[in-house]
């Protein structure tokens, strides 16, 4: 079984949606991470989190919230989706400081 | 605005024979980690070769090697012996605060049989 899960892989979806994707790791890592990937412009984070208690704006949060409902699970919702959130959606877990980041598979989320 | 930046979009490169992606990048942090991740078709994002800042030895994996240039904030991949499995988006990245990653906007590699 993989470390780190996203679901769905891919979904797609109609402007105004409500959305949610879903992380969830069995590596025991504190550190979670949402980051969406752009062709020519390369991951950007959008959320992150340290800890059940602990979650912190990226880069570009602005359309996205989260919820850290266990040590393990960490969701990602658009809460009116439009087109332009469509991307490549990356969930991300470390142990901490300076140690490699862990990645799900991805989930390709494209909204009509 | 970007700070990593990886000037190649795309290269290739002859199956066996060694190439180079570059990358620059710009940070304020004394403390920080770099890394190249490799991205094949199958969009997995998998850990190439990391580097810690303060140390000064350039770090190697098999025939991934970085040559890092502190002073010129430069991190540059080479890979030697291509294969076809090399073929895949290579991402430049370090770390912020917290761990956060700041990603290039990648290079493709093509890698010719």
């Known amino acids: 079984d993989a470390d780190v899960t996203q679901t769905p892989r891919n979904r797609i979806t109609k402007t105004g949606k409500r959305i949610m994707l879903e992380c969830s790791q069995t590596k025991g890592h504190d550190r979670m991470y949402w980051y969406r990937q752009d062709p020519g412009l390369g991951l950007r984070l959008i959320y992150y989190s340290f800890d059940v208690k602990d979650i912190n704006k990226g880069e570009i949060s602005d359309g996205y919230s989260v919820s850290r409902q266990a040590q393990a699970k960490f969701s990602l919702s658009l809460e009116s989706a439009i087109p332009n959130q469509t991307a490549l959606y990356f969930c991300a877990t470390s142990l901490h400081n300076n140690q490699p980041q862990h990645f799900g598979d991805g989930t390709r989320l494209s909204i009509l | 605005a970007q700070t990593v930046t990886q000037s190649q979009p795309e290269m290739s490169v002859q199956e066996a024979e060694t190439v180079t992606l570059s990358c620059t990048y710009d940070t304020s942090e004394s403390d920080y980690y770099l890394f190249w991740y490799k991205q094949p078709p199958s969009r997995q994002m998998i850990l190439v070769i990391r580097?810690?800042?303060?140390?000064?030895q350039n770090a190697t994996e098999n025939r991934f090697s970085v040559n890092f240039q502190k002073a010129a904030k430069s991190f540059s991949l080479k890979i030697s012996d291509s294969q076809l499995g090399d073929a895949a988006m290579y991402f430049c990245a370090h770390t912020e605060y917290g761990n956060k990653l700041v990603f290039g906007a990648g290079t493709i590699l093509r890698v010719k049989s």
């Open positions: 580097q810690e800042a303060y140390k000064q």
